[in-house]
């Protein structure tokens, strides 16, 4: 169904070299129904076609043709100014594998000297296995381990969230035991993928397929998305969705005061947009909490990989929204299955002063084994 | 650009022609002079914002406007178009682009009138059954708003969650419910909009009853602005029906569906829902929205009702009757409401779909007296089968609006010119059976060539003369109807 990206090139230079950086069949699918509007939140905000899946593509297409100039700057302001959420995906009757072009654009537009130099540091720093497992070591994440049989399902660690939320995957094995934590785990590339450097992405994402044998387990939706990109469906899980599979039984409720806690969860955008899992995470909470279903749960939280840092004043825009929502639904907790996700809700919850805490899924389904009501 | 293309555009200057130093020198004074009326920060000239507005969702055609300016009131498109017509700058206004008869590409150049900050609901008044609301409001975001009131905005275009109200209006668009409810027109009451030389004028008004003057909202209606820039809305609503029910018939072709469709309406029965799609169609539709169609019958029909319940339920009896004394090979209901959405919202994908199967999706857009139904979809076929091409048609059966849709690779020259050519024999085609070139999607820069053979001379000439009354430095649309 997919088709190998295109190789970055050189940058290209001056009208008529933009030919060759799209996947054509996938540029062409697009027929500008504009279906795609009304799913995306950067477009929400501004109402300029620019800002929209449909205006974007265009745009593709006139950096391939070389109608535009490789150095346009509505060109460079676009394709950071997306999300990359692909919101867009699932409501393209067509069928335009948007993520893939965005990837494809980014090689291009942060390319050599291009490239934000925060991308730089982040890509440069979770690339090294060395600097990764240096985080263990300041931050106790979960300890490598052979808990199942050696080709069973291992738990795959995150560069980003090893570091941030070493609770999280020690949160993982205490739920799932028999879960493999293989040492030297290096990073699946989707940062650089998703920050123009998608050769990278793939290899880095084949590399951690040869070192973890049989079954990844992701605690981290956007990691989820890329590997199984690139290793297969088949081969990849989020840990939400594997513990559904296994049929996960918590022991105990999560509880406040006595009473069960309200709880509503964030979608990640490429769990529920590239990989179509909702409905786990939700059943998983329902059974320890009482579930709240927050309006917008699958859009944005604005965090997208490395867009909360290169573009804060917009990440807040699309964030803002969602914080009045869960206010509203007055929760206990709002789960994220993803740690960009989970560092956007918890920045903005302490902002606005809220009540609710954010934890990663996994964090939650341990606090109900503690509970044991 | 092909010759079809060439024939459509009709005196465009190719961009290329456009962009000598003088000329950028006028479009710099003209944004200046633009953004001194609505802000500097919503007039964008940067070639790549430019790039961004030269199509809408018509396949093969294309051009950049020189501005794109985005008003944020009544009063700064008055002042925008006032200044075009001083200028004699054309301008092109958009709402959402949704629209497949080139309608909102500046085939001239000049400013691109971007809507959407006009997005407003003013108003739901259950008491008139009437809703007020800004020209960019989408359609979808006026049935929600109706529909939270416990009323129902009847029009129900295909791409209702992407377009705009003023652009359903200015294209009169139809949709899924046209056979029982009718089209755009049969609810517009009044209309606020601002002539090109800059005034405004409300048309209409808030009454069902109301005959003074030439109607001018109907005028309006279908102008597919080229007249005035529609910037508010009053549409009459309808109590929302107690209930809907939706089914599907399948047969072993589209002239089988064709002829259930002609034996449902002479059996009395007007239901709001008649919708076929061919195998192709079939195929496509179920590939995006996996609801378990049939994919080996030839032909589907969709159809469904609303109303009173026992009226419901009696209907759709009667057409599960009817479609099975036609041969058809089955028929099913819809056992809830989910399904039956989840059928409309499929088939409303009908287009976007079928690019699934190609590059380069044409769609276009015929009618028939719906007894000519059966007919129409043999020619086609003829038509298609002729040239060499792969058309699927799906369409509203029950108003005789069919959609034949071409899918070429877009590299292939010879295809995209043997494509033009069947679709004007498709179009003879209507015509001879006493149909039309557009039932629904408008003539716009697309089917102006055709559009003499439908009206002939006299009308093409008294179609001039009102154009010119409106707008007589001919800055509005140019290129489009009245050109």
Redesign the interface.
């Known amino acids: 169904m997919t088709t190998e990206p295109p190789q970055p090139g050189p940058p290209a230079e001056g009208p008529g070299t933009g030919r060759g950086l799209f996947d054509k ?1 996938q540029l ?8 795609c ?2 799913a995306c939140p950067t477009y929400s905000l501004t ?4 800002s ?1 899946p449909r ?2 593509i ?2 593709m297409r ?1 950096l391939e043709t070389g ?2 100039p490789a150095d ?4 460079a ?2 394709s950071s100014y997306c999300l990359g959420c692909r919101a867009c995906e699932t ?5 335009v594998e948007y993520g893939q072009l965005l990837e494809q654009w980014r090689d291009h537009q942060w390319s050599g000297p291009k490239r934000p130099w925060i991308v730089r540091l982040l890509t440069a720093l979770v690339a090294r296995p060395f600097l990764l497992r240096l985080q263990g070591l300041v931050r106790r994440h979960a300890r490598p381990s052979g808990g199942g049989p050696a080709d069973g399902p291992s738990l795959m660690l995150g560069c980003v969230e090893r570091g941030l939320y070493p609770a999280v995957s020690r949160a993982a094995l205490r739920l799932r035991p028999e879960l493999n934590v293989p040492p030297g785990q290096g990073c699946c590339g989707a940062l650089h993928a998703h920050n123009g450097d998608s050769a990278t992405g793939k290899a880095l994402a084949e590399e951690l397929g040869r070192r973890l044998p049989g079954t990844l387990v992701t605690t981290a939706g956007g990691c989820a998305a890329h590997l199984a990109h690139h290793l297969g469906p088949d081969r990849v899980r989020e840990f939400g969705d594997h513990l559904h599979r296994e049929g996960h039984v918590p022991a105990g409720r999560v509880t406040v005061d006595g009473r069960p806690a309200r709880v509503g969860l964030q979608d990640s955008c490429h769990l529920r947009n590239g990989l179509g899992v909702t409905r786990p995470p939700r059943e998983l909470i329902a059974a320890v909490a009482e579930y709240v279903e927050v309006p917008g749960a699958g859009d944005c939280c604005g965090a997208a990989g490395t867009y909360a840092m290169l573009r804060p004043a917009d990440s807040r825009a699309v964030l803002d929204p969602k914080l009045a929502a869960l206010a509203e639904a007055d929760l206990d907790f709002v789960v994220a299955v993803n740690p960009g996700c989970l560092r956007q809700l918890r920045q903005g919850l302490r902002r606005t002063g809220a009540r609710a805490r954010a934890v990663h899924l996994a964090e939650l389904l341990a606090l109900a084994e503690e509970d044991r009501t | 650009m092909t010759a079809h293309t060439e024939r459509a555009a009709g005196r465009a200057t190719p961009p290329s022609e456009r962009t000598d130093t003088a000329a950028e020198g006028r479009t710099g004074e003209l944004a200046d002079a633009l953004a001194a009326l609505v802000g500097r920060e919503h007039v964008r000239v940067e070639p790549g914002q430019l790039a961004a507005y030269a199509r809408d969702a018509t396949p093969l055609f294309h051009a950049p406007p020189d501005v794109v300016v985005f008003p944020g009131s009544t009063a700064e498109v008055a002042a925008v178009l006032r200044l075009a017509t001083e200028r004699g700058v054309p301008v092109v206004p958009r709402g959402a682009g949704s629209n497949l008869c080139a309608g909102t590409v500046a085939l001239h150049g000049g400013v691109m009138l971007v809507l959407t900050r006009l997005n407003r609901v003013l108003e739901i008044s259950p008491g008139e059954l009437l809703a007020r609301v800004q020209t960019g409001v989408t359609t979808a975001q006026l049935a929600d708003a109706a529909g939270d009131a416990g009323l129902l905005y009847a029009p129900d275009p295909g791409s209702r969650t992407v377009s705009t109200v003023g652009g359903n209006v200015a294209t009169c668009a139809g949709g899924l419910r046209g056979l029982k409810y009718g089209v755009t027109r049969n609810y517009v009451l009044g209309l606020e909009a601002v002539l090109p030389t800059g005034e405004i004028v409300r048309t209409g008004g808030r009454l069902w009853k109301d005959v003074a003057g030439y109607d001018l909202t109907r005028l309006l209606t279908g102008s597919e602005g080229t007249l005035a820039v529609i910037t508010e809305v009053t549409v009459a609503l309808l109590p929302k029906p107690a209930d809907t029910g939706t089914g599907v018939a399948y047969f072993d072709s589209l002239a089988d569906a064709s002829r259930a469709v002609a034996a449902v309406i002479a059996a009395g029965v007007v239901p709001a829902t008649l919708e076929f799609l061919d195998r192709k169609c079939i195929e496509a539709v179920e590939a995006f929205a996996g609801l378990g169609l049939r994919t080996d019958a030839g032909a589907l029909l969709l159809f469904g009702d609303d109303g009173d319940p026992s009226v419901v339920a009696g209907n759709l009896s009667r057409i599960q009757e009817v479609c099975t004394a036609a041969g058809a090979l089955e028929v099913t209901l819809a056992e809830n409401v989910a399904r039956a959405d989840a059928l409309l919202a499929a088939r409303r994908c009908g287009l976007p779909a079928l690019s699934r199967l190609g590059s380069l999706t044409i769609l276009e857009d015929a009618t028939v007296p719906r007894h000519r139904l059966a007919e129409m979809v043999g020619r086609i076929d003829e038509i298609a089968e002729r040239h060499g091409l792969l058309i699927a048609t799906f369409g509203h059966a029950g108003d005789g609006n069919l959609h034949p849709t071409c899918v070429v690779d877009p590299d292939d020259t010879g295809a995209v010119e043997r494509a033009h050519q069947a679709f004007g024999e498709i179009f003879a085609a209507a015509l001879a059976l006493d149909g039309t070139i557009t039932g629904e999607h408008g003539v716009g820069a697309a089917k102006l060539p055709y559009l003499a053979d439908r009206l002939g001379d006299d009308q093409m000439a008294l179609l001039r003369r009102i154009k010119h009354a409106f707008d007589p430095a001919g800055i509005l649309n140019p290129g489009k109807l009245g050109s």
């Open positions: 069949q062409d699918r697009c027929i500008s129904c504009g279906f509007l009304p109402g300029d076609e620019a929209s205006g974007r265009t745009l006139a109608e535009l346009d700057p509505t060109l302001e676009e409501v393209c009757p067509a069928g």
